[in-house]
T-cell receptor, first 109, second 115 residues
């Protein structure tokens, strides 16, 4: 099948580090993307891991391990504006872009 | 670039009416995706096109839903007849080689309410 799983909610305080995990079915897997969506807004692209390892973009990093069918998004120096839903997604077969159920991150002062 | 443009942004209609949602992808993008988002079901892929050709419509819930892409700059998603359970936010997204970049560009969405 083509599905992804992630926790439904995560809570952290400002300035902290939080990790959002994602596991996926391997059939047709190409790579793992991460998206952010604020309430009432559209999903926006954060990062993509085509290869194993860590990709860093400012305060956000993303990691992929194909052998474990697992990836994560790491958010550092959390800010209130990071409160949003975060989705992992994968272009199965290179085109069939499936999204995980989303993780709602609440950043507390 | 103007980004992906969707219309209408909001639509309220009565059960049984026809609904047409419209999307203009980013110029030069060769793939277009239609998603539906609800609290219960999350972001569901309904259908996607590559070079204006429908590739996979297995996510279309039933025959009441249809999508077309007559040219590279325009797509429609039609629901006929609409039902209250179709109430959701419908997103259109476009991309260029999403399999290599992992990046979709989303429109602002069309919020549909069926009474």
């Amino acid at each position: 099948g083509q599905s992804l799983e992630q926790p439904s909610e995560v809570t952290a305080v400002e300035g902290a580090i939080v990790q959002i995990n994602c596991t996926y079915q391997t059939s047709g897997f190409y790579g793992l993307s991460w998206y952010q969506q604020h309430d009432g807004g559209a999903p926006t692209f954060l990062s993509y891991n085509a290869l194993d390892g860590l990709e860093e973009t400012g305060r956000f990093s993303s990691f992929l391990s194909r052998s474990d069918s697992y990836g994560y998004l790491l958010l550092q120096e959390l800010q209130m504006k990071d409160s949003a839903s975060y989705f992992c997604a994968a272009p199965f077969g290179g085109q069939n872009f499936v999204f995980g159920p989303g993780t709602r991150l609440s950043v507390l002062p | 670039d103007a980004g992906v443009i969707q219309s209408p942004r909001h639509e309220v209609t009565e059960m049984g009416q026809e609904v047409t949602l419209r999307c203009k992808p980013i110029s030069g993008h060769n793939s277009l995706f239609w998603y539906r988002q609800t609290m219960m079901r999350g972001l569901e892929l309904l259908i996607y096109f590559n070079n204006n050709v429908p590739i996979d419509d297995s996510g279309m819930p039933e025959d009441r839903f249809s999508a077309k892409m007559p040219n590279a700059s325009f797509s429609t998603l039609k629901i006929q007849p609409s039902e209250p359970r179709d109430s959701a936010v419908y997103f259109c997204a476009s991309s260029l080689q999403a399999g290599n970049t992992g990046e979709l560009f989303f429109g602002e969405g069309s919020r549909l309410t069926v009474l």
